[in-house]
Every structure is written in C-alpha cells, then in structure tokens.
C-alpha cells in the first residue's frame, strides 16, 4: 500500500513538474509582441563643428532594445568628446545606419555601419554586428550556432580560400586577418540559408580595398551546425538573389550629411546565389529606382567589383535620387541574362516608403 501511495505522490510531482515548465514558456511566449515590430530611431544633431546623423533600431524587447541603445549612446558619446581642428573647414560627422536580417522567426541579426570624420584625408569606415535570440531575449555568439569547437577552423579555411581570390590579395594579410581567431569573426550575420562575415577595412586588406565580406553557405558546413537551431532548418533554400538591405516598405529618410540637391541616400546591400542569379563580366544585373507612377528616379548595375568568377557573391550598390513629391517607390532588379534566352529572365522586386 505504501509502495503504491509513494508512485502516485511521484506522478502527481511529475504532472505538476510539466505544468509549471509549461506555464513559464507560455509566459515566455506572451512577453513577446504577436508580430515582430522594428521601429527605425533617428537622431540628428549639427553644430558648428560636428554633424550627427545616426538610425538605429527598437524591438519592443526591453533587454534587447537596451543594449542596442547604450551601444549607439556610447559611439555618439565618443564622437563627441574629440576635440576639433578644423582641415579646410570641414566638419567632423558621424553617421551610424544599420540593416536587419532573419535566420527564422526566433532570430534576428542586425548589421551596423558607422562611418565618420574626425580630419584627415578621408573619413572612416567601421562595421559592428550583433544576433539576439527574441525568445530568449539574449546576444548569440558565433559558439551558439555550432556542435563542437572544430567549426572555427572551418570557417578560417573558407574564408582564407575566398578572400584569396580578390584581385591585389595580400596573403600575409589575409591569413592574419582571417586566421582561426574568434577575435576574426565577431562580425557577422544570419541570413536565411548563410553567415556572412564581414572584414571592414585594414583587418584583410588596405584601406583603399574597403570592407570585405565572406558569404559561408550553411550547406558548406552543416556537418557542424547546431541541432537546437538547425533541426527543422531547409538547407536547399536558395532564392537566386538576397536583398540584405533595405527591406520590403522601410521609409528612406534625406541624409544628414549629404550636401547638395540629391539628399536621399540608399545603399542596396546582398548577394547573388545562383539560380539564374550570376555576375557576367563582373556585372550581375540592374537596378531601377521607380517612383509611384515608374518614373526613374535612378539606376544602375549590379557591379561586383571584387571576384565575381564565384557564387554566391556580394553586392552594394549606391543610389543618389530625389523624389521630389512621391512617397512611395519600388526597387526593380533583373538579372544579367548573357544567354538572351526568355525562359532564363529573373526578376525581382520590393517596395520602399520616401
């Protein structure tokens, strides 16, 4: 009888243990907002000496949306500290922009571009990145995406090999730069089928040679990918063409540091991945900046300017336009259709607020 009474008294336990795990992941899942919502910050500041004109994001998650906040305050806090002297008259500027991308609906990462001016010949260029788990509402580290502590060494040999392949590459710089060092590879992103890593300018190259970027396809490395993020992952995902930034319906604000006419601004950030999407001759397709009634309000091609003989590869393309009344316009890209053929066309498209 006693037997009896204990395993009752251990199932209930058992059945009350459930319970309570259940009611905390509810929770976890109730503090979160029903649909994912950024808001796009801008702050402006100009004086005399300095200009500051930086976006960043907010969640709607107190412990993400802090930390990215006292990122920003600490740069803006910096800027302004330096002491100015004035060369030719021109004014120091900071500028601070950022861009999101999604591995899932759990996970996001941001990529943020900081340039500025503080005298000299020219101005700086800086890249920061942080991933954040929206459940867990905490930073991931590159270890978070792994099962076992081999992936670096794989990653390394990737990014050495790709990064070779860049016209003038420097190979004592590159292996330094891009060697098996977790100090190498802290800025990164997760899009929907890779991790790109970024190299902003010095780190694998000289200045004038600008940021690099490694794209690490995940089924370059699945082996080594983490179940507890990867289990129902679809790893023969590839649209052709990923769009990092700007993203479906974001507003494009004017610049605060552009002078002249063409205020607005819009640097269009991805990469090409195959599937009709392909440079030829270093040019990967075009891009058409439409207005409401598919006026032009700019164009240009997707020029890689690094190695383009590889897939997949990373594009940037910069737009300078006004929009003078509209408020709404649509980014149109076609592939590089060497082959002339029909059925080998690509398309895509995305709209865009002013």
Not at 13 to 20: A, H, P, Q, R
Not at 310 to 318: C, E, G, S
């Amino acid at each position: 009888m006693k037997k009896q009474i204990l395993i009752i008294i251990l199932l209930l336990l058992v059945i009350i243990g459930f319970w309570f795990l259940g009611k905390q992941e509810d929770s976890k899942q109730n503090d979160l907002p029903k649909e994912l919502e950024i808001t796009k910050n801008i702050i402006k500041e100009e004086n005399e000496e300095k200009i500051i004109f930086v976006s960043y994001p907010s969640l709607g998650i107190e412990e993400i949306d802090k930390e990215i906040k006292e990122y920003v305050d600490s740069e803006i806090e910096s800027f302004k500290d330096l002491e100015y002297f004035s060369f030719n008259g021109a004014k120091y500027f900071l500028n601070i922009d950022y861009f999101s991308v999604m591995l899932n609906k759990n996970i996001i990462s941001f990529k943020f571009d900081k340039s500025d001016y503080t005298g000299g010949a020219h101005g700086n260029h800086y890249v920061d990145c942080f991933t954040y788990n929206i459940i867990e509402k905490n930073k991931l580290t590159l270890d978070d995406f792994f099962n076992n502590n081999y992936y670096l060494e794989r990653i390394s040999s990737y990014a050495i090999e790709d990064l070779l392949g860049y016209e003038y590459a420097d190979e004592a710089w590159i292996k330094d730069g891009a060697g098996e060092k977790q100090e190498n590879y802290e800025k990164f992103i997760v899009s929907e089928n890779a991790f790109i890593f970024y190299f902003p300018p010095y780190q694998v190259a000289p200045y004038a040679a600008g940021e690099k970027q490694v794209i690490l396809p995940f089924s370059e490395i699945k082996d080594y990918l983490s179940e507890d993020i990867f289990e129902n992952h679809d790893f023969t995902l590839n649209k052709g063409i990923y769009v990092l930034s700007p993203k479906q319906g974001e507003k494009i604000e004017q610049s605060g540091i552009i002078e002249g006419d063409l205020k607005y601004f819009l640097e269009v950030e991805g990469y090409l991945n195959g599937n009709g999407w392909a440079p030829f001759e270093a040019i990967g397709g075009r891009i058409q900046l439409l207005d409401e009634n598919n006026n032009v309000l700019a164009v240009s091609n997707i020029e890689i300017i690094d190695n383009w003989m590889k897939i997949p590869v990373y594009f940037k393309v910069y737009l300078f336009f006004d929009p003078k009344e509209s408020k709404k316009g649509t980014l149109f890209f076609k592939n590089d259709n060497a082959s002339g053929l029909e059925e080998n066309e690509r398309t895509f498209s995305l709209d865009i607020n002013f």
